[in-house]
């Protein structure tokens, strides 16, 4: 039996919450799974539906964590594990490491949640929590490398990309909305990430504005909610981009991939914003899955889910002229239906079946 303890997971929405449900999905196929996972609206429809053996933790975040933490114990106490998966490293912090001998621990790390000043209390407490595990797993090669300049000593630092849970078969009604949306455009750009100053739509918007006079019909569909939903709706009114532009706050599983499907170009440069950068970046592998290639940032580990010149290109989503220059590269010729091409052989290397695996062994 595996055991899946995790602050992040559906229905709530969220690259690690993908990751987290994969894993857990994927185990399945070595044996049973318990996932202990924190309360979501919605909760109880998912859990039914679901495979999975769910147990939902409730109530103020401040007695949650005890109170799950204290389920997670005895659970492991009482139940012969072959391994435990923790999603962060606040989720193993108060699970004693005498209790954690009687299996073998992985704590995840992505970027985000890691990045504490060296020194600082926060920074302590984050090296504490993932001495405890057996296996520190980063979800790319730019992440490992970051939490050992954070001062992390871990002996087993292992990078595991995240599995990949699609494609999923994109029904009629879906392609249909598509349609609706894109009608005859070309290019049909499209961003699928929350709207916060790391995913660069502030300046995908400038860019698109250059780039009107010489692709006039150009659509470009960002899909999701964020702080900078205000900001962009003004900036796009601002730049004569109402007609050009579509932000989709809120879309069914369906018709987000019927978007991405019909799309031609998955555009996120990321940046770091404050103290965020991108760890990975789940969402490029899943545009690659349906033939898409992508245009992302360099600072993270997009490098990782990107391989320049072959599945799409790489570049710095704060210099407006590198990302125009990026895009006409990559629009020019076809030249992005190649890159997709390549882009979709690449994804198989990031099935759930073939990931899990790599845990396996490590078990």
């Known amino acids: 039996m595996f055991l899946i303890s995790t602050r992040n997971f559906p229905p709530d929405i969220g690259g690690i919450q993908n990751l987290m449900e994969g894993l857990s999905n994927s185990l399945l196929n070595h044996g049973p799974v318990k996932v202990f996972a924190d309360y979501y609206e919605n909760s109880e429809k998912y859990d039914q539906n679901s495979k999975l053996n769910i147990q939902r933790v409730s109530g103020f975040k401040i007695f949650r964590k005890y109170r799950k933490a204290n389920l997670i114990k005895e659970f492991i106490k ?39 000043p060296s020194g600082s209390s926060l920074n302590k407490r984050m090296q504490n929590a993932l001495d405890k595990a057996d296996y520190v797993i980063a979800n790319s090669n730019f992440t490992k490398n970051f939490v050992i300049k954070l001062g992390l000593k871990h002996n087993n630092i292992k990078v595991i990309n995240p599995g990949c849970n699609y494609p999923i078969k994109v029904n009629d009604e879906a392609k249909k909305f598509a349609k609706v949306i894109y009608g005859d455009s070309f290019p049909k750009l499209i961003t699928i990430s929350r709207l916060d100053g790391r995913k660069s739509h502030k300046n995908i918007l400038m860019t698109i504005k250059n780039l009107l006079p010489k692709f006039p019909k150009l659509k470009y569909v960002s899909i999701g909610d964020g702080d900078e939903k205000n900001n962009l709706e003004k900036l796009k009114d601002e730049l004569g981009l109402n007609d050009t532009v579509s932000f989709i706050y809120k879309s069914t599983e369906q018709e987000k991939l019927g978007l991405l499907e019909m799309s031609d170009l998955f555009v996120m440069p990321s940046i770091i914003y404050k103290k965020s950068v991108e760890g990975f970046g789940i969402t490029f592998i899943e545009a690659a899955s349906y033939g898409k290639a992508s245009i992302g940032g360099i600072f993270g580990g997009e490098a990782d889910a990107i391989i320049q010149g072959e599945t799409g290109y790489l570049c710095d989503g704060n210099d407006l002229s590198a990302l125009y220059e990026t895009l006409i590269k990559t629009l020019n010729d076809d030249r992005f239906k190649t890159l997709g091409l390549n882009a979709l052989k690449f994804s198989k290397n990031f099935d759930w079946d073939k990931i899990v695996k790599k845990y396996i062994q490590l078990i």
Do not use: G, P
């Open 78 to 116: 009482e139940n012969n594990l072959r391994a435990a998966f923790f999603d962060h490293w606040k989720s193993i912090e108060n699970i004693e490491e005498t209790i954690l001998k009687k299996t073998k621990s992985f704590c995840l790390i992505h970027s985000k949640e890691i990045n504490h």
